[in-house]
């Protein structure tokens, strides 16, 4: 009696007609911009913050972000909140209190 180590060649055709299909890999990003257009910046909150409004998945947010260098350009981080519009007309109008809790 002889076992075969494998799929048959017949397995394999039809395994491979039902793949999912491979992945694509992300754009090669450089620059502060990190290639997109829709990107706004605004501001530097700090020496490795900003501020920056920019259009993702399709949505107009507010990102604030800390940045890091790398290769000598700088980077968007990890750390850091993208506001939809609803949540920064939230936050703005809450400004007022926000002051006064922090005077």
């Given at each position: 009696m002889s076992f075969k180590?494998?799929?048959g060649k017949d397995e394999e055709d039809h395994i491979s007609e039902h793949a999912p299909p491979k992945k694509t890999s992300k754009k090669d990003s450089s620059g502060d911009?990190?290639?997109d257009e829709d990107n706004i910046f605004i501001c530097d909150v700090s020496k490795n913050r900003r501020v920056s409004v920019r259009n993702w998945q399709g949505r107009v947010v507010?990102?604030?972000r800390e940045f890091y260098m790398k290769d000598g350009?700088?980077?968007p981080g990890k750390k850091g909140i993208s506001l939809s519009?609803?949540?920064w007309k939230e936050l703005r109008a809450?400004?007022?209190e926000i002051?006064?809790?922090l005077a």
């Amino acid at each position: 009696m002889s076992f075969k180590r494998g799929k048959g060649k017949d397995e394999e055709d039809h395994i491979s007609e039902h793949a999912p299909p491979k992945k694509t890999s992300k754009k090669d990003s450089s620059g502060d911009d990190s290639g997109d257009e829709d990107n706004i910046f605004i501001c530097d909150v700090s020496k490795n913050r900003r501020v920056s409004v920019r259009n993702w998945q399709g949505r107009v947010v507010v990102d604030i972000r800390e940045f890091y260098m790398k290769d000598g350009k700088q980077m968007p981080g990890k750390k850091g909140i993208s506001l939809s519009m609803d949540q920064w007309k939230e936050l703005r109008a809450h400004v007022d209190e926000i002051d006064k809790a922090l005077a």
